[in-house]
């Protein structure tokens, strides 16, 4: 498997704003997703990074809370836009190669106050 | 809707005791699962697979049962390591997208 960065690692954020987090990957991957945990619980699937076009919702998400764009096959950014205090979670992206396993970043843990 | 679910929360178990952590889905339809380990302040990291059309499979100190009869699955980690200390979870996996169950944080008592 490759290995995954994400930047920042955590950040505290005041309600109302936004903040980007960025994943890059070190080799070439197929897919790539985004996940949250909230504190103490389970990883939700947010969406499918998709290459040169809008990202794959799941229920419960929407694009204008969470844009996510993915330029290239190593990249990746989700924004958490309009921040409030139930924003405050782990985000976690990952990837997946052909015939591979799905691999996961160290996660961004935000504080929204 | 489909969802996979772990049988206990926290599990205490004595360095060099077997391990067992269950796992329950409700999907008939899941043919692919995965177990996964989190430590503390990182991302999950793969431990094995099983697909459908086996019911065991064997790593490196560890193996996972799959009951389809019963839909559960199990994870045995054999003689248990401090460096075994982490959150388990289970995972149904979805044309790639991954339904992850509740997790079970493993104690090694020394």
């Known amino acids: 498997s490759a290995v995954i960065s994400q930047k920042p690692s955590r950040d505290i954020c005041q309600r109302g704003t936004s903040l980007t987090i960025q994943c890059q990957v070190d080799?070439?991957?197929?897919?790539m997703f985004w996940y949250r945990q909230q504190p103490g619980q389970s990883l939700t699937l947010i969406a499918t990074?998709?290459?040169?076009?809008?990202?794959?919702?799941e229920s419960g998400f929407v694009i204008d809370k969470f844009p996510i764009s993915r330029p290239n096959l190593t990249f990746s950014t989700l924004t958490v836009s309009n921040m409030s205090p139930e924003d405050s979670s782990i985000y976690l992206c990952?990837?997946?190669?052909?015939?591979?396993?799905?691999?996961f970043g160290p996660g961004t843990r935000l504080t929204v106050l | 809707g489909e969802s996979v679910g772990l049988h206990l929360p926290t599990l205490s178990v004595q360095e060099g005791d077997n391990s067992i952590i269950n796992c329950a889905y409700s999907?008939?339809?899941?043919?692919?699962f995965i177990w996964y380990k989190q430590e503390s302040g990182k991302g999950p990291q793969f431990i094995i697979d099983?697909?459908?059309?086996?019911d065991k499979r064997q790593g490196q100190r560890v193996t996972v049962l799959l009951n389809k009869t019963v839909k559960h699955l199990s994870l045995q980690i054999a003689a248990t390591q401090p460096g075994d200390s982490a959150v388990y979870f289970c995972a149904e996996n979805g044309d790639y997208k991954l339904s992850f169950g509740a997790g079970t944080t493993v104690t090694v008592r020394a």
């Open positions: 990952s990837g997946l190669k052909e015939g591979g396993e799905q691999f």
């Open positions: 999907n008939s339809a899941s043919d692919y």
């Open positions: 080799s070439q991957v197929t897919m």
């Open positions: 990074a998709n290459q040169g076009s809008e990202a794959t919702y």
């Open positions: 099983i697909r459908s059309n086996m």
